[in-house]
């Protein structure tokens, strides 16, 4: 049974004349276990398809099973307690509340699941520990760098044990360190077999990916299934300027790219041909170390 | 229960964060819960103190007013007395006295005139009265003794404040002052009379008690009684003789029913009532008052709710239900009233503490009002407090997310 299955989804702004439509008869099935990009240009749909799989949105129409239970038409409370157990939402802006101290915002969700107040704190501060911030429990968020903001703000994400975790742009306000920092807490928790689904327009981030979704004007363009540490081969084609080759990009598996770039002549990679030359000598080598895992 | 008390450090965090805000709504429960636990209990004192002043006269005392008597008893007949040409005369006196059951009686009149005492001059209030006052008004004396019939027309007592304006603070026996060109003793001077500060009887610490025919004779012959202080033989047979007295005064007066005899309770209870209707009247603007105060708590959440959308919104996101969230800002409200409430009792007894000290008013604490507004407070708060929150809890948490 897939855990997310959504069928025609549907989501309309305004009136009549000013009608804009956010989602167009959007149909997604998504497994237990994947890990789920979503790509797309600003205004495709991404964030609205978030909200709606978060359930903090409802479709206009269409029907939206999670695990199996139809959930597109719940109230707001039944909602809410889907939202609690099932869903943990990571949001661009950290969205923490500032009065509250680090290993108070990751115990949120459990205050709400009514857990008592000792418990919920050892389980906050465990998961604290988890994303590495065991010595900042007692921090406030202004207190914190965006990159250990993020990280609390998984960490409350994860507290429930969600089956489903979802980022919207989750480094989207971070510099390159906070983000692999954060893409790699995203990747562990996928690797424990959580299902994750992020929104991003960093094409190199679709690499912690299992999957590739690629949105446009509400609707899903293309959807392809990738291997993990692989550039999704569309979202190399909105790649900025790749740069020549260099023992870096090696490193980070650019050059296994390029040679799968260079076997596949009908992706729509056309810029990265002169360095084409260069990665095949390599492709062999490469391959093999970057491969598994 | 962890989410109560979650709530509760909640509240207290957002109030901190807006301190003054949270102050100034407080201060309109405060002064809510002030004004209604003020006002009743001054009433109540004043209510107090006349009952006291009554206690100076006995029970079995009642009084003779002119006018007719009015369905409201003896207020307005005693409103109707001050019209100079209703006095009662000496012969009234005289018919109330032989009246059977009548023990005493004396007669109260004002006379005008200045009175020169030492080095002052000073126009008290003067009362003309027989020998017999003190029979019936029980008042104990500061020094001397009230005028006795062996004193003949010579004789003055003092009431307190009186003595002090005219002799300059002695309290001696035996001054003399000058009143209409005749000299007179000072025999006695009263001590404090508890006389109700808001009571139509007049204020006897400022009065110079004179004899009544000293006075009449003064003032060529005739001199108006305002009222006669009469006692029966017993309070058991009171009816009965002031039902006598009036009917003696209307053969008097030819059948005409123009005078008023009630017992002084009667008398004191109309004043009283009179002073509880007024206390409730103001009291039901202090009421309002406090719903005012709950309006301020109102747009106190409004605001509130409003600035902390984002937060509701994040809060639901994560999983709280419409009620958790409701629950959350009610919290906050009650918090807020209920310090606001607290703080309006603390600062209502420092108040009446303050009043009784310095002043003459001897407000009392009504626990059953402290109580009662504090809890109504309380209720307002909440009960407008809560509305606001209705309205964050119902949001839609995307709805809420995006608000700005």
């Given at each position: 049974?897939?855990?997310?299955?959504?069928?025609?989804?549907?989501?309309?702004?305004?009136?009549?004349?000013?009608?804009?439509?956010?989602?167009?008869?959007?149909?997604?099935?998504?497994?237990?276990?994947?890990?789920?990009?979503?790509?797309?240009?600003?205004?495709?749909?991404?964030?609205?398809l978030m909200n709606v799989v978060g359930?903090?949105?409802?479709?206009?129409h269409g029907d939206y099973h999670l695990?199996?239970?139809?959930?597109?038409?719940?109230?707001?409370?039944?909602?809410?307690?889907?939202?609690?157990?099932?869903?943990?939402?990571?949001?661009?802006?950290?969205?923490?509340?500032?009065?509250?101290?680090?290993?108070?915002?990751?115990?949120?969700?459990?205050?709400?699941?009514?857990?008592?107040?000792?418990?919920?704190?050892?389980?906050?501060?465990?998961?604290?520990?988890?994303?590495?911030?065991?010595?900042?429990?007692?921090?406030?968020?202004?207190?914190?760098?965006?990159?250990?903001?993020?990280?609390?703000?998984?960490?409350?994400?994860?507290?429930?044990?969600?089956?489903?975790?979802?980022?919207?742009?989750?480094?989207?306000?971070?510099?390159?360190?906070?983000?692999?920092?954060?893409?790699?807490?995203?990747?562990?928790?996928?690797?424990?077999?959580?299902?994750?689904?992020?929104?991003?327009?960093?094409?190199?981030?679709?690499?912690?990916?299992?999957?590739?979704?690629?949105?446009?004007?509400?609707?899903?363009?293309?959807?392809?299934?990738?291997?993990?540490?692989?550039?999704?081969?569309?979202?190399?084609?909105?790649?900025?300027?790749?740069?020549?080759?260099?023992?870096?990009?090696?490193?980070?598996?650019?050059?296994?790219?390029?040679?799968?770039?260079?076997?596949?002549?009908?992706?729509?990679?056309?810029?990265?041909?002169?360095?084409?030359?260069?990665?095949?000598?390599?492709?062999?080598?490469?391959?093999?170390?970057?491969?598994?895992? | 229960?962890?989410?109560?008390?979650?709530?509760?450090?909640?509240?207290?965090?957002?109030?901190?964060?807006?301190?003054?805000?949270?102050?100034?709504?407080?201060?309109?429960?405060?002064?809510?819960?002030?004004?209604?636990?003020?006002?009743?209990?001054?009433?109540?004192?004043?209510?107090?103190?006349?009952?006291?002043?009554?206690?100076?006269?006995?029970?079995?005392?009642?009084?003779?007013?002119?006018?007719?008597?009015?369905?409201?008893?003896?207020?307005?007949?005693?409103?109707?007395?001050?019209?100079?040409?209703?006095?009662?005369?000496?012969?009234?006196?005289?018919?109330?006295?032989?009246?059977?059951?009548?023990?005493?009686?004396?007669?109260?009149?004002?006379?005008?005139?200045?009175?020169?005492?030492?080095?002052?001059?000073?126009?008290?209030?003067?009362?003309?009265?027989?020998?017999?006052?003190?029979?019936?008004?029980?008042?104990?004396?500061?020094?001397?003794?009230?005028?006795?019939?062996?004193?003949?027309?010579?004789?003055?007592?003092?009431?307190?404040?009186?003595?002090?304006?005219?002799?300059?603070?002695?309290?001696?026996?035996?001054?003399?002052?000058?009143?209409?060109?005749h000299r007179f003793m000072v025999a006695?001077?009263?001590?404090?009379?508890?006389?109700?500060?808001?009571?139509?009887?007049?204020?006897?610490?400022?009065?110079?008690?004179?004899?009544?025919?000293?006075?009449?004779?003064?003032?060529?012959?005739?001199?108006?009684?305002?009222?006669?202080?009469?006692?029966?033989?017993?309070?058991?047979?009171?009816?009965?003789?002031?039902?006598?007295?009036?009917?003696?005064?209307?053969?008097?007066?030819?059948?005409?029913?123009?005078?008023?005899?009630?017992?002084?309770?009667?008398?004191?209870?109309?004043?009283?009532?009179?002073?509880?209707?007024?206390?409730?009247?103001?009291?039901?603007?202090?009421?309002?008052?406090?719903?005012?105060?709950?309006?301020?708590?109102?747009?106190?959440?409004?605001?509130?709710?409003?600035?902390?959308?984002?937060?509701?919104?994040?809060?639901?996101?994560?999983?709280?239900?419409?009620?958790?969230?409701?629950?959350?800002?009610?919290?906050?409200?009650?918090?807020?009233?209920?310090?606001?409430?607290?703080?309006?009792?603390?600062?209502?007894?420092?108040?009446?503490?303050?009043?009784?000290?310095?002043?003459?008013?001897?407000?009392?604490?009504?626990?059953?009002?402290?109580?009662?507004?504090?809890?109504?407070?309380?209720?307002?708060?909440?009960?407008?407090?809560?509305?606001?929150?209705?309205?964050?809890?119902?949001?839609?948490?995307?709805?809420?997310?995006?608000?700005?």
């Amino acid at each position: 049974m897939a855990l997310i299955e959504l069928k025609d989804v549907s989501k309309l702004y305004g009136f009549g004349d000013a009608t804009s439509v956010a989602l167009d008869e959007v149909c997604l099935t998504i497994e237990q276990g994947e890990c789920v990009a979503i790509m797309g240009p600003s205004g495709s749909g991404k964030s609205t398809l978030m909200n709606v799989v978060g359930l903090i949105d409802r479709p206009t129409h269409g029907d939206y099973h999670l695990s199996g239970k139809k959930v597109s038409r719940l109230g707001g409370n039944q909602r809410a307690r889907q939202r609690r157990d099932k869903i943990g939402f990571i949001f661009q802006s950290f969205n923490l509340l500032p009065n509250l101290t680090a290993v108070e915002n990751v115990a949120l969700p459990l205050l709400y699941k009514g857990m008592p107040q000792g418990r919920r704190t050892k389980k906050a501060w465990d998961m604290l520990e988890r994303v590495g911030l065991g010595d900042r429990g007692y921090y406030y968020p202004r207190q914190l760098s965006g990159g250990q903001k993020q990280s609390v703000a998984i960490a409350r994400a994860l507290v429930n044990a969600p089956q489903l975790i979802i980022a919207d742009e989750p480094t989207g306000n971070l510099d390159s360190n906070s983000s692999r920092l954060v893409m790699e807490l995203l990747s562990e928790i996928h690797k424990t077999g959580n299902t994750v689904l992020f929104v991003t327009h960093n094409p190199e981030l679709t690499r912690f990916a299992t999957r590739v979704v690629y949105m446009q004007d509400g609707a899903i363009k293309h959807d392809e299934k990738t291997r993990l540490g692989e550039v999704g081969r569309y979202a190399r084609a909105v790649m900025y300027a790749v740069p020549e080759t260099t023992e870096e990009d090696d490193l980070a598996g650019v050059s296994l790219l390029m040679s799968i770039l260079g076997k596949h002549n009908d992706s729509p990679a056309p810029r990265k041909r002169t360095s084409h030359a260069k990665t095949k000598d390599r492709k062999t080598t490469s391959r093999r170390k970057k491969v598994p895992e | 229960m962890s989410l109560r008390s979650e709530n509760l450090r909640l509240a207290y965090r957002s109030l901190q964060a807006a301190k003054a805000r949270s102050f100034l709504t407080m201060l309109g429960i405060v002064i809510g819960v002030m004004a209604v636990s003020l006002v009743v209990g001054i009433g109540q004192g004043v209510k107090q103190q006349i009952a006291d002043g009554l206690k100076q006269f006995g029970k079995n005392v009642f009084v003779v007013q002119p006018g007719r008597p009015q369905s409201n008893g003896a207020l307005f007949a005693g409103l109707a007395g001050a019209r100079s040409s209703d006095l009662l005369t000496a012969q009234d006196l005289k018919t109330v006295q032989k009246t059977a059951g009548v023990t005493d009686a004396v007669p109260l009149s004002t006379a005008s005139g200045s009175m020169t005492g030492d080095y002052t001059v000073q126009t008290p209030f003067i009362i003309a009265t027989t020998p017999s006052f003190p029979d019936i008004v029980h008042q104990p004396m500061l020094a001397g003794g009230f005028f006795e019939p062996s004193d003949g027309s010579k004789a003055v007592v003092l009431g307190m404040q009186a003595a002090q304006k005219l002799f300059n603070n002695s309290t001696e026996v035996g001054q003399v002052l000058a009143w209409r060109g005749h000299r007179f003793m000072v025999a006695g001077i009263f001590d404090n009379f508890k006389a109700p500060p808001l009571s139509m009887e007049a204020d006897f610490n400022d009065a110079v008690f004179v004899p009544y025919t000293a006075a009449q004779k003064l003032s060529g012959g005739t001199l108006g009684i305002y009222k006669i202080l009469a006692k029966s033989h017993s309070s058991r047979d009171m009816t009965q003789t002031i039902s006598a007295v009036n009917d003696s005064l209307m053969a008097a007066h030819g059948g005409s029913q123009d005078t008023t005899v009630a017992p002084v309770s009667v008398v004191g209870d109309t004043s009283s009532q009179t002073i509880h209707l007024l206390t409730m009247l103001v009291a039901g603007a202090a009421v309002i008052a406090l719903i005012v105060g709950g309006v301020g708590i109102m747009d106190v959440m409004l605001v509130s709710v409003t600035e902390r959308m984002y937060e509701i919104g994040l809060r639901k996101a994560i999983g709280a239900t419409n009620q958790q969230i409701m629950r959350q800002f009610v919290v906050e409200a009650f918090v807020l009233s209920a310090w606001g409430a607290l703080l309006g009792v603390a600062l209502s007894c420092a108040v009446v503490g303050l009043l009784r000290a310095y002043t003459s008013l001897q407000a009392v604490l009504v626990w059953q009002v402290l109580v009662l507004a504090a809890l109504l407070a309380v209720v307002i708060g909440v009960f407008f407090g809560s509305m606001p929150a209705l309205k964050a809890a119902r949001k839609d948490p995307i709805e809420a997310l995006r608000h700005d």
